[in-house]
Nanobody, 122 residues
């Protein structure tokens, strides 16, 4: 079992920055860690993922160049640095852990956090 716990959400003005953290307790060896988000009335979508070594990352087109995913395995923590935030980034952000290499779809992620709200005002 892996229990991800997100933190770092909040309210920020457009153009601002936030850093989300995801601390994973329990069985900490997982292949991929991912960040997803779900805006009101929309389906949950992947934002970014990262493999165990941190060498392989993926970003959704909508956040490429603005968001950076990273991980510190010594601290069992994954981060999402979000810069140049836009109102359309407003969503609940979820951290998830997968045992599958290259995992991008929700169904490939086995363990989920409760989510943290990010609100970007215009």
């Amino acid at each position: 079992q892996v229990q991800p716990v997100e933190s770092g959400g909040g309210l920020v003005q457009a153009g601002g920055s936030l850093r989300l953290s995801c601390a994973a307790s329990g069985r900490t060896f997982t292949s991929y860690m991912g960040w997803f988000r779900q805006a009101p009335g929309k389906e949950r979508e992947i934002v970014a993922n990262i493999n165990w070594s941190g060498r392989n990352t993926y970003y959704a087109d909508s956040v490429k160049g603005r968001f950076t995913i990273s991980r510190d395995n010594a601290k069992n923590t994954v981060y999402l640095q979000m810069n140049s935030l836009k109102p359309e980034d407003t969503a609940v952000y979820y951290c998830a852990a997968s045992l599958w290499a290259g995992a991008r779809s929700q169904s490939e992620y086995d363990y989920w956090g409760q989510g943290t709200q990010v609100t970007v005002s215009s």
